[in-house]
Nanobody
Framework: QVQLVEAEGGLVQAGDSLRLSCAAS????????LGWFRQGPGKEREFVAG???????HYADSVKGRFTISRDNAKNTVSLQMNSLKPEDTGVYYC??????????????????WGQGTQVTVSS
């Protein structure tokens, strides 16, 4: 089972940028789909961004144009560059791995391994 550890969260002001990273151990994810999810205060966990084996990317409408997901298969890492942050971006951000082949999925049950999350707080 792949283990994931998120890092580089923090407290920033609206309009600022932040880059999250996720390091995997216990396997390689060259052919896996990687995703970022977040859970705001009192909210359900939601999809933020995803990237598949061919580096095709997918984004939630709320972050499209502001966030960029990328992967480095040699290092077993996935990153999320977040620009023009808004207070509504506040939450715990989780990286996740989907091992199954096929169409991309943004659904939580489709992902097999999850990190413990890193807090991102955006003040106004």
């Amino acid at each position: 089972q792949v283990q994931l550890v998120e890092a580089e969260g923090g407290l920033v002001q609206a309009g600022d940028s932040l880059r999250l990273s996720c390091a995997a151990s216990g396997g390689t994810f060259n052919w896996y789909t990687l995703g970022w999810f977040r859970q705001g205060p009192g909210k359900e966990r939601e999809f933020v961004a995803g990237i598949n084996w061919s580096s095709s990317t997918h984004y939630a409408d709320s972050v499209k144009g502001r966030f960029t997901i990328s992967r480095d298969n040699a290092k077993n890492t996935v990153s999320l560059q977040m620009n023009s942050l808004k207070p509504e971006d506040t939450g715990v951000y989780y990286c996740a791995v989907r091992r199954a082949l096929g169409a991309f999925s943004s659904q939580i049950p489709a992902y097999d391994s999850w990190g413990q999350g890193t807090q991102v707080t955006v003040s106004s």
